[in-house]
C-alpha cells in the first residue's frame, strides 16, 4: 500500500496594479497538487477583472481558461473602493497557471494556494 502525504503550499503570486490581460503574472506549476485555489483581496475605482491563462509548458504560449475549468470567478466594481475578498479555483489539466487582470485595480493581491500534494513542499534557502 502506498501512502501520500497531504501537504499544503501558498505563494504570493499577484501584488501589483498593473494591467496583465495578456502576459499574466508569475508562473505557476500544478503538477503535483489536487487542487489549486486562488484567494484575492483588493480594491478599485473602476472595473477590474481576474481572470486564469494556462500551458503545458512553463516558457509557452498562454491561453485563456475555459469557464467550464474554473470554479468561481473574482472581479472588482468601480463601488468595491474599501476593499473585496473572494476565492476561485482552477480544475483543468494544463501543466502551468497564470493569473491575468484586466483593469487598473488601486489594491490587488492574489495568492496560490495548493493542496493536496503528493510531497511536501520545500523551501530553497
Same mark, same amino acid.
Given at each position: 500500500m502506498t501512502?501520500? /502525504?497531504?501537504?499544503?503550499?501558498?505563494t504570493a503570486i499577484f501584488a501589483a496594479n498593473e494591467d496583465t490581460t495578456t502576459t499574466g503574472g508569475a508562473a505557476i506549476p500544478v503538477d503535483g497538487c489536487l487542487e489549486l485555489t486562488f484567494v484575492c483581496y483588493g480594491s478599485a475605482s473602476a472595473a477590474v477583472t481576474v481572470s486564469l491563462l494556462e500551458s503545458d509548458e512553463e516558457a509557452g504560449t498562454y491561453t485563456a481558461v475555459a469557464? /467550464?475549468?474554473v470554479y468561481g470567478g473574482f472581479a472588482l466594481a468601480s463601488t468595491d473602493s474599501?476593499?473585496?475578498a473572494g476565492v476561485f479555483a482552477y480544475k483543468g489539466w494544463k501543466n502551468f497557471v497564470k493569473v491575468a487582470v484586466d483593469g487598473t485595480a488601486t489594491a490587488l493581491t492574489?495568492?496560490?494556494l495548493k493542496s493536496g500534494c503528493r510531497h511536501c513542499p520545500t523551501d530553497a534557502a
Open positions: 501512502t501520500f /502525504e497531504i501537504a499544503s503550499q501558498s469557464p /467550464e475549468d474599501t476593499g473585496k492574489v495568492i496560490a
